[in-house]
């Protein structure tokens, strides 16, 4: 990807995300229980939560819709096992990784600089390690996913990125006074 995005301020960092390979999948919670053993996970995520293994990673953010990001370099090999897994099934599979964006955000401010971009409580109990859900951040919409304790993955529209990150150094900022 050649739009790398880097911010750092004294207790909040934000970087591009690794590339990845994104679908969307529909389905039924049975199919996506076979799509997920599929990939090599247990079971689908439950809602509003995170499963990964191998070179997938799985974000449940609906009833029928999971969220797919691939390693690149076992992409292919996934895809594969998916397809054959989903073939007798009605599903959706949309490939996704030319809008989409990662941005990975960390340090202290972390918390209080998204607090102020959307409705969502986003503190540690309310929004532990592992969830993920969408939600409004100023005007624009995103997956959010909590990585780690003062950590954060948003996947976001890629034209919405330099919008985003913006309100972000912003609300950094305003949350170190």
């Known amino acids: ?23 969307v999948l529909q389905a039924r919670p049975g199919t996506l229980d076979a799509a997920a053993r599929a990939l090599g996970l247990a079971e689908a995520p439950a809602m ?16 029928q819709e999971i969220l797919l990001l691939l390693d690149p370099a076992g992409a292919g090999d996934s895809l594969a096992a998916l397809r054959t897994g989903l073939d007798a099934v009605a599903h959706s599979l949309v490939e996704v990784s030319d809008r ?11 918390e209080p600089a ?4 959307t409705s969502i409580d986003v503190a540690l109990p ?39 990150s913006g309100l972000l150094d912003e609300a950094a900022r305003d949350a170190a006074f």
């Open 100 to 110: 989409q964006v990662g941005l990975d955000l960390s340090g202290a401010l972390v």
């Open 1 to 23: 990807m050649s739009d790398t995005m880097q911010l750092a301020r004294s207790g909040f960092t934000l970087a591009t995300a690794a590339d990845r390979r994104r679908f």
């Open 126 to 164: 309310a929004f532990p390690v592992g969830m993920a859900t969408r939600t409004l951040l100023g005007k624009a919409d995103g997956v959010l996913w909590r990585t780690g304790p003062e950590q954060f993955r948003l996947e976001i529209w890629r034209s919405f990125a330099p919008y985003i």
């Open 48 to 63: 509003l939560a995170t499963a990964s293994g191998g070179a997938v990673t799985a974000l449940r953010l609906g009833p």
């Open 114 to 117: 998204l607090a102020s971009l």
